[in-house]
């Protein structure tokens, strides 16, 4: 089954209304890994690179999405919601920008899925990293908690 990227970004907008404010895009879906994309003139700061508010949001939402459509796929009702969430900034960023997410290795993945299948919650460790032309610019590290509805 293909993802409808559009109805999903639609999903992201309308149920989490910042995403529209910062510009978030998704960029790509591999069924592996997502690239959520956001424009600087819309997350800009006073020293004129992006707002570390805008940085975290974007990284927060690409492992929010990637955990959402893999779920979606798979027919799993759940609420997702963000737990914890660590961001350390490595250098600033000063174009257009994008959150790189992918999943954690199958053994992690597939136990995040049995449990939430088993006991009806799960949580789940994810990394992205912020990239600005192709600069790494921050790592972002979140547990995000599944429930089965």
């Known amino acids: 089954m293909k993802t409808d990227l559009t109805e999903i970004l639609n999903y992201v907008h309308e149920h ?3 995403t529209t404010h910062l510009g978030a895009a998704i960029k ?14 819309a997350n800009i700061n006073h020293r004129n690179s992006a707002f570390g508010g805008s940085l975290s949001a974007v ?6 999405a990637l955990l959402f459509i893999r779920m ?11 737990q914890s969430s660590a961001f ?12 790189v997410c992918a999943l954690p290795p199958a053994k992690v993945y597939d136990r995040f899925i049995n449990t939430l299948q088993k006991r009806g919650r799960a949580r789940i460790t994810v990394d992205s990293e912020l990239l600005c032309n192709g600069v790494s610019c921050g790592r972002h590290t979140g547990v995000y908690v599944a429930v089965q509805i």
């Open 16 to 18: 989490i209304p910042i």
């Open 88 to 99: 350390e900034f490595t250098n600033p960023v000063t174009a257009d920008f994008e959150a």
């Open 72 to 82: 979606k796929e798979l027919g799993l009702h759940t609420r997702l919601v963000i």
């Open 59 to 64: 990284a927060i939402l690409s492992g929010w």
């Open 28 to 41: 790509s879906y591999d069924g592996n890994a997502i690239v959520i994309s956001a424009p600087l003139d």
